[in-house]
């Protein structure tokens, strides 16, 4: 099937190219570039809303500013589709979040229009400031424009970095993209004039003058006059909050209307002094039908048939992790008035909106703020209830601080459901959950579990709501579960201990998480090649089953750790055990395998765990080698 008609985007490859077309011509390319990104994105899956949404800003800042020399920042990233397809990736982008192909997200190695990479939230304005700031110590061309979301900035990070913008001088520009209309008032013709009146240089000009005399009169009369300057303006456009952080507020004003961007970005562009803030308002979603319409069900999409917006259905199945948590969380809660959930706002992500469908008054979407969100969970937790804080893995470590001075040092007890544990696939190394067992089972006082399929999800979950002796952590993968039947009721846990799965005499492989199907596979494989294998699911990182570990280190040949985290996790704890108890000499063999030491990028997430080393056949492959090892003691599997 052909793509749609592109007369004007084919003229464009770079962002030189489209600073040649008049601009009359940029509305006729905006359009055409959206039905590029709906074509694109209709083969591969991916972002959709949120791309759609910033088509017309896209074109206005490459037209306005002198991109690479001037650094376009976008926060998060995932709305950058239309930027690569202007910036020589057009050829590519029918790869996107394909192995090899290209990132969901800006990335450094990608392209020099990328300056900074970004999957998370809220880094833009300081990154930006840090390219700002170095240009003007080092005398450099060029101006940093940071775009964010208003849902990024609902994170403090966004408002330190503006406490500290005044540094940068006129070198920094902050686009407030505002797709949620949380923030603005109705945009219309008026106030799109207002922003372009006080972005001119003119206008800068008379208010430069009249600072400069304002300073020559008394103190009171100078604050009168400043104020009377910031009150009027925040009045006419709102704006107060960013000017008293130290920006020249501009807006709002409609993101979609050339005619408004482009002399209000070149009067930025121009602007002689200070930090600026331009607030637009955008659609999600818009110009394509299907996602105006739900925006919320085309922020992230499947393949999808682009006439009529129906998107490829996923054959049935087991059910998805993150439903089994908010389903049994929610069905707790019925018995359980101190049960509450908080995200941070990831509530389908997690499944908190299951559990919010039913207990909305417990339930707490805090913004995308997650060191807010485990502080939050700690002071319910003193105060006697029993909070759920459900936050994907990798969106965790923004809160380790947290997590390490407000949880585990005061022993209270915060439930962490962390979701998207291991490899997530298209998402790549920015989203995957890899590090999770190595930071958390270092505290102490912390409980940390890991479910090796959705029944023993449902029994975790049953379990951490009844451990009230501390803080507890159990992860769970992106994606469906395996099948295995599910429990009427939920049993509760005891803390620390493992259960073995299949029994053997000469090899023993010890599973953390959804390992476990693999290391059955390969025990069968084993099994063939006449190696009597137990399989054990150890279910607890911390703290370990040292009987049931100290038992098959006695009585097996080769013992290999397997686990879907980076190093430092279950294989580093095993073998500080082993060494503990002296086992290193006499003649064991242990080998861990774990994700590699590097960040893997996206692809398929078998072929993500196939590149890993962690399925059946490397597994196979491990043990035979141990047993083909010469020498004795204490060796990892890889390097």
Not at 130 to 142: D, E, H, I, R
Not at 179 to 201: K, W
């Amino acid at each position: 099937m052909n793509g749609p008609s592109t007369p004007l985007l084919d003229q464009v490859n770079l962002p030189a190219d489209l600073r040649r077309l008049q601009t009359k011509q940029l509305p006729q390319l905006a359009d055409e570039l959206r039905q590029e990104m709906i074509d694109a994105v209709g083969s591969t899956g991916g972002h959709l809303g949120s791309g759609l949404g910033v088509v017309e800003l896209t074109v206005a800042i490459h037209y306005v500013f002198d991109t690479p020399t001037d650094r376009l920042i976008w926060d998060v990233g995932h709305q950058a589709y239309p930027h690569k397809i202007l910036t020589g990736r057009r050829d590519r982008i029918r790869t996107l979040r394909q192995g090899g192909g290209l990132s969901g997200f800006t990335k450094r190695s990608e392209s020099e229009y990328d300056p900074f990479g970004a999957a998370h939230s809220s880094t833009s304005i300081s990154a930006g400031l840090g390219f700002a700031v170095a240009n003007k110590l080092t005398g450099s061309a060029g101006k940093a424009i940071a775009v964010i979301g208003d849902g990024a900035m609902s994170a403090g990070m966004a408002y330190e970095a503006m406490n500290n913008a005044e540094a940068a001088g006129n070198r920094l520009v902050v686009i407030l993209n505002d797709n949620d209309m949380s923030i603005a008032p109705p945009v219309g013709g008026l106030s799109g004039y207002l922003a372009r009146l006080v972005s001119d240089g003119r206008f800068l000009g008379l208010r430069d003058l009249a600072k400069k005399v304002a300073r020559k009169l008394p103190q009171p009369l100078h604050r009168a006059a400043k104020l009377t300057d910031e009150y009027a303006r925040g009045m006419a456009m709102g704006g107060t909050l960013f000017e008293e952080l130290g920006f020249y507020y501009v807006g709002p004003i409609d993101g979609h209307d050339l005619d408004q961007l482009i002399p209000v970005l070149e009067n930025v562009r121009d602007a002689a002094e200070g930090p600026c803030l331009v607030h637009v308002v955008t659609q999600k979603g818009k110009g394509y039908a299907p996602a105006e319409s739900a925006a919320d069900k085309y922020h992230g999409v499947q393949k999808f048939d682009v006439i009529t917006g129906e998107q490829k259905k996923s054959a049935g199945g087991p059910p998805a992790y993150q439903n089994v948590f908010g389903e049994t969380l929610a069905k707790l809660a019925e018995t359980d008035p101190r049960i509450c959930a908080i995200t941070a706002a990831m509530p389908g992500g997690t499944g908190v909106d299951k559990f919010s469908a039913q207990h909305p008054e417990r339930t707490f979407d805090v913004g995308i703020a997650e060191q807010h969100a485990v502080t939050f969970a700690a002071g319910l937790a003193a105060q006697g209830m029993r909070p759920f804080c459900a936050i994907y893995s990798t969106f965790l470590q923004r809160a380790f601080d947290q997590v390490v001075h407000d949880v585990a040092i005061q022993n209270l007890p915060v439930r962490f459901a962390i979701d998207r544990a291991g490899l997530v696939g298209a998402d790549g190394a920015t989203h995957a959950g890899s590090f999770d067992v190595t930071y958390l089972a270092t505290l102490p006082n912390m409980v940390v579990m890991a479910a090796a399929d959705e029944a023993e999800l449902a029994h975790m979950t049953y379990t951490a709501a009844l451990h009230d002796s501390g803080p507890i952590a159990f992860r769970y993968p992106r994606g469906n579960g395996t099948g295995v039947a599910m429990p009427e009721t939920p049993e509760r846990l005891e803390i620390g201990k493992g259960r073995i799965v299949k029994q053997g005499s000469k090899i023993a492989l010890l599973s953390l998480g959804t390992r476990l199907a693999e290391a059955l596979k390969a025990a069968d494989q084993l099994e063939a090649r006449g190696l009597s294998t137990t399989v054990a699911d150890l279910r607890f990182a911390k703290p370990l089953d040292t009987d049931l570990i100290r038992k098959l280190m006695a009585t097996h040949e080769v013992v290999v750790t397997v686990e879907e985290g980076s190093i430092g996790g279950l294989g580093a704890h095993v073998l500080t055990l082993a060494s503990d108890l002296g086992l290193t000499d006499a003649g064991l063999k242990i080998r861990t395998m774990r994700l590699p030491d590097l960040f893997q990028d996206h692809d398929a997430p078998d072929k993500q765990y196939d590149l890993a080393g962690l399925n059946a056949p490397q597994i196979v492959d491990t043990v035979l080698t141990a047993l083909r090892h010469n020498s004795t003691g204490v060796e990892e599997a890889r390097a």
